[in-house]
């Protein structure tokens, strides 16, 4: 491909350099070779970019970078061209229709032509499956599920009865969706009295799920996650949560039952929100905290359990961090004080 027609894919523009010169690959800067195309977004790596070998480089407008031998592209955002520019030479794997015959289906299911089942696959009764979805070996479709066009469902995920997937759902290898949430009730000689969990979970178009992630259906109604959101591995989603729209939830959160997430919120790694709360739109709550409480539209928080103002938190970090110095300055005073009043410390 072109520079020049790199560039008008991914929305930037060519600063120096010859926009004719053929473009094969994008790779990061320490290992992009000759003919390719690499980024500097973060300006901390900017000491690294005269030891690349790549041909061109994606920077964000104000970046002051400049190499003899590179191309200099702009762009308002270089890691999102990066990102471009990779799915244009990584497009996504096409995989012929085909239905495997080790592959289980009941009769009732209703499956558009131009779909891959994969072996070991078994489908339920009064599942709907739209075009162009792939499901690989060994899933589990349970009854009355509904499959959008273009979704890809991995080996060993388990779609549990009556899910709802929109378009071009993503869900990686080992994810339970709609699995019975968390729900019991204490009788009169204090044994677990198991809640019926009757509602399903509704994955909204573009929904990306990792491995390994649990999303529980509701005891009653549907847990939902909103069109755009994006899951990581090994996250714990209980019944009756409602996410947003182009929401992160990084590995190994945990949302209790009945929480609700706003739009565009990103809770890092090992987060945990207790139930029955709400966190608004755009909030975000950094790796390891954990809140009791709801939180505002467009807060940070962070500082661990429970997590606080995240300006706050790092104020209260360094404070930690002099507490050694402190206590010599504390003792001193005690030492000094000792000897103005004549007695011994």
Not at 26 to 54: E, H, M, R
Not at 291 to 318: C, N, Q, W, Y
Request: hydrophobic letters at 40%.
């Amino acid at each position: 491909m072109k520079l020049s027609e790199l560039a008008d894919a991914t929305r930037t523009r060519i600063e120096s350099g010859d926009p004719d010169q053929e473009i094969t690959a994008a790779a990061g800067l320490d290992v992009a070779a000759p003919g390719q195309i690499t980024f500097l977004a973060n300006p901390k790596y900017t000491k690294d970019v005269p030891s690349t070998k790549a041909s061109a480089i994606f920077v964000n407008e104000t970046a002051n970078v400049a190499h003899p031998d590179i191309t200099i592209v702009r762009a308002k955002d270089a890691y999102l061209a990066y990102t471009r520019a990779l799915r244009l030479f990584h497009p996504d794997t096409k995989v012929d229709a085909t239905i495997h015959p080790t592959a289980v289906i009941d009769p009732t299911a209703r499956i558009a032509d131009d779909v891959f089942i994969g072996p070991g696959v078994v489908i339920g009764r009064n599942v709907a499956i739209e075009s162009g979805v792939q499901i690989h070996a060994n899933a589990v479709i349970y009854d009355d599920t509904q499959i959008g066009a273009d979704c890809r469902i991995y080996s060993g995920v388990a779609l549990r009865a009556a899910t709802i997937l929109g378009q071009r759902v993503i869900i990686h290898n080992n994810t339970v969706v709609g699995s019975d949430g968390f729900g019991y009730a204490k009788d009169e000689d204090g044994h677990w009295l198991k809640i019926p969990q009757t509602g399903r979970v509704v994955l909204e178009d573009d929904v990306e799920i990792g491995a390994g992630t649990t999303i529980d259906c509701a005891s009653v109604g549907e847990t939902r996650i909103g069109r755009g959101t994006k899951i990581d591995n090994m996250v714990q989603i209980g019944h009756s949560c409602t996410i947003g729209e182009d929401t992160l939830l990084c590995s190994q959160v945990g949302l209790a039952g009945s929480t609700t997430i706003g739009n565009r919120v990103i809770l890092a790694g090992q987060v945990g929100v207790a139930g029955h709360l709400t966190v608004g739109d755009d909030a975000v709550l950094m790796a390891g905290a954990g809140t009791f409480k709801s939180v505002e539209p467009g807060k940070i928080l962070s500082g661990g359990i429970p997590a606080f103002d995240h300006r706050e938190s790092l104020k209260t970090m360094a404070a930690i961090r002099n507490l050694v110095n402190l206590q010599k300055t504390v003792r001193d005073l005690e030492r000094r004080l000792a000897e103005v009043e004549g007695r011994e410390v």
